[in-house]
């Protein structure tokens, strides 16, 4: 069973939608229980980083989500609160990974909100997806690159597009609205062996 977090601050929809056309059905909750007992867990997120963890604060998920043994897969906003810290409303993130989320300077458009390729691709989330491939974006905060880092993209400067430690991974680009390569992303997810 695919759980997907359910905590107000997803674009739940689309990624149901998603997982259907691979054939697989997925569970929207915020119970413990539920989350604990999935196979995988999709951690989605977008709107501000500050309410986001309030709402995780709310539902006790700040606690559970770093706890889980399963692969788990946030996206977007899902992807930087697994961060330690994010720029965005000086807020404490779930300290996952250690790194800071910055915003973008000012020296570009933000949000950056669109199609942009990714490189530098590394781990089995990528398997059959080549360098340079493009994904859908949109984001005004960014991760720098870390040890964690297995995907880039550059937008004013080279950043993390996708994140690995240990059971965790993390894309900042939405995997369900990035045509064929972003289903390709969602079912090597699947395939993770626990």
Known sequence: MIAIIDYGAGNTKSLQFALERLGVSSLLTSNEREIRSADKVIFPGQGAAGSAMKKLHHYGLDKLIPNLKQPVLGICLGMQLLCEHSEEGDVK????????????????????????????????????????????????????????????SNYNGEYSVALQKDNFYGVQFHPEKSSRKGQLLLRNFLNLSQ
Request: glycine share 10%.
């Open 93 to 152: 993130g779930l300290g996952i990974i250690k790194g800071t989320v910055k915003r973008f300077s000012n020296q570009v458009k933000v949000p950056q909100m669109g199609w942009n390729s990714i490189h530098d691709l590394k781990g089995p989330l990528f398997e059959g997806i080549s360098s340079n491939s493009y994904m859908y974006l949109v984001h005004s905060f960014y991760v720098p690159q870390l040890e964690e880092t297995v995907a880039t």
